[in-house]
């Protein structure tokens, strides 16, 4: 009986393993069935306006009548969305950024770190305001905004994997038989640290999802005829007085939710990666 047990027993990265399975399924299908709600679907039915959650509409239906269900729906889609291109892009720029510092000589690496302790000294809600702002606002400036700022943690990561791959017996060999800087980075250092970056930039998929909610409720993202969390939640709080709680309280919880979904994917995902991580204590 005991040596059933320990057979089906599951290990720290079989659990890991589910997990990302898991959250990786939910939110591919809440991305994919948000893509695909029509905008017929969501369209006014004054018929309808302020009803609470019920079984007919779950999430309610807004001043509008509109269902919030389908609204919040595809309203994650489109943050799942910015969120996949501001990730990849920050991820970029903390490639480029993480290796030419180290590689390029001290005053290059200079220049990097101060920059990225420029970005970090300043709050990044004001900064991706000013560059939506400067980039004319929409989805365009949002992008820009966010991706230039969250790539600062990412770029530390890579530039301390450089610094010991610099010192690396292969890297110094690399250098012996002549090859250039750009040819020891492309085909020695880049493939080295693809688990931090496949890591890293889902882990900046949270921050960015949630950085673009914030920055559409103020009013500097996306434009109003979206149907975003951010414009949703922001136009939902004229009702809240009212006792129409289920207006916030649904998308805000839904958008919550999917960023603690991707966040445990990445952080299970470096336990799959890192053996090491898997078994810390």
């Known amino acids: 009986m005991c040596d059933k047990k320990k057979v089906f027993a599951l290990g720290p990265r079989e659990k890991a393993l589910i997990s990302v399975v898991g959250f990786t399924l939910i939110v591919a299908v809440v991305m994919l069935i948000g893509s695909r709600i029509p905008d017929s679907a969501i369209m006014t ?24 269900l389908l609204r919040t729906l595809k309203g994650l889609s489109l943050s799942i969305w910015v969120g996949i291109i501001c990730s990849l892009s920050s991820t970029c720029v903390a490639v480029i950024m993480g290796i030419i510092g180290p590689v390029f000589g001290k005053k ?46 990412l770029t530390r990561v890579i530039r301390a994997e450089i610094l010991q791959l610099k010192e690396a017996e292969y890297i110094k060999t690399a250098e012996m038989f002549g090859k250039t800087r750009a040819q020891i980075c492309v085909q020695h250092m880049l493939p080295h640290i693809v688990p931090q970056l496949i890591v890293g930039t889902i882990l900046v ?37 009212s006792g129409q709680w289920w207006l916030a309280t649904f998308p805000g919880l839904t958008l919550v939710l999917i960023s603690l979904a991707v966040s445990s994917v990445g952080r299970n995902l470096e336990k799959i990666i890192d053996p090491a991580a898997a078994y810390k204590i």
């Open 205 to 241: 998929f949270p921050h960015a999802i949630i950085h673009e909610a914030s920055i559409t409720f103020l009013g500097f993202g996306l434009p109003s005829h979206e149907p975003a969390i951010g414009i949703i939640l922001s136009e939902s709080m004229k009702y809240l007085t």
């Open 108 to 153: 290059v690496d200079a220049v990097i770190c101060f920059l990225v302790d420029l970005v970090l000294s300043i709050p990044h809600t004001i900064v991706v305001i000013l560059v939506s702002i400067a980039c004319g606002g929409g989805f365009r400036g949002l992008v820009v905004g966010v991706a230039i700022t969250h790539w600062t943690s």
């Open 45 to 68: 039915d004054f018929a309808n306006i302020n009803q609470a959650p019920s079984s007919s509409h779950i999430f309610g239906t807004d001043w509008m009548g509109r269902d919030m």
